[in-house]
């Protein structure tokens, strides 16, 4: 059973648009989240991460936010470019390294 | 820094067969772990090692092996391969310390294809 869901599996987006990424978790022990980005045959890279004692992180045109009652978290990109096609992989830790990934949702950023 | 290292890139194995894949890190983590990619469910954690000689099974262990020798190399062998071993592999490494983020450095990936 996925403890971490990605219930959208695609995003189509126009450049310059705000790109959101939705993620929700259903085990409340978890206490750090982060998101990667993929590209195809390539490994996934890190791309920003949140503990739970923060509801917002931000870092430059990436910002994530957490809502701990809902057991939900969101990825925005603003503005979105195109090099931000990409696959984009929620991902959840109980404070230590086993990840536990959602399944992913594939941003494709129109010109 | 060549990062986390993994061969080969691709490979086909007949069913019954047996492989290890190779991982290797240059940057002195302690921790390295195995995930499987398949379509529609993400990346899940195979095993995973907090240090040299010390190993543990993650989500999806049975029907790979793993050991650590050193801290650089972390190889998953294929015992008998499966046609549901099928997928693509990735190896990831992180380090310990304080301020930790568990952000982890992945490879580039080895797709297997059993037949």
């Given at each position: 059973d996925q403890q971490v869901k990605q219930n959208s599996p695609s995003?189509?987006?126009?450049?310059?648009?705000?790109?959101?990424?939705?993620?929700d978790y259903t085990n409340s022990m978890f206490d750090y989240f982060l998101w990667y980005k993929k590209y195809?045959?390539?490994?996934?890279?890190?791309?920003?991460?949140?503990?739970?004692?923060?509801?917002?992180?931000?870092?430059?045109?990436?910002?994530?936010?957490?809502?701990?009652s809902a057991k939900h978290l969101s990825?925005?990109?603003?503005?979105?470019?195109?090099?931000?096609?990409?696959?984009?992989?929620?991902?959840?830790?109980?404070?230590?390294?086993?990840?536990?990934?959602?399944?992913?949702?594939?941003?494709?950023?129109?010109? | 820094n060549a990062g986390v290292t993994q061969t080969p890139k691709f490979q086909v194995l007949k069913t019954g067969q047996s492989m290890?894949?190779?991982?290797a890190q240059d940057m002195n983590?302690?921790?390295?772990?195995?995930?499987?990619?398949?379509?529609?469910?993400?990346l899940r954690l195979i095993h995973y090692s907090v240090g040299a000689g010390i190993t543990d099974q993650g989500e999806v262990p049975n029907g790979?092996?793993?050991?650590?020798?050193?801290?650089?190399?972390?190889?998953?062998?294929?015992l008998s391969a499966a046609p549901s071993q099928t997928s693509v592999y990735f190896c990831a490494s992180s380090y310990k310390g304080t301020g930790i983020t568990y952000e982890q450095y992945f490879g580039p990936g080895t797709r297997l294809t059993v037949t």
């Open positions: 995003l189509s987006v126009q450049e310059g648009r705000i790109s959101i990424l939705n993620c195809p045959a390539e490994g996934p890279t890190f791309l920003i991460s949140i503990s739970s004692i923060k509801d917002k992180n931000e870092d430059g045109r990436f910002t994530v936010f957490l809502n701990k990825l925005h990109i603003v503005p979105s470019q195109p090099g931000d096609s990409a696959v984009y992989f929620c991902a959840a830790s109980r404070g230590d390294y086993k990840l536990s990934f959602g399944a992913g949702t594939t941003v494709t950023v129109r010109a | 290890t894949l190779q991982c983590h302690e921790y390295m772990s195995w995930y499987r990619q398949d379509p529609g469910m993400g790979y092996n793993v050991s650590r020798s050193t801290t650089e190399d972390f190889p998953l062998r294929l």
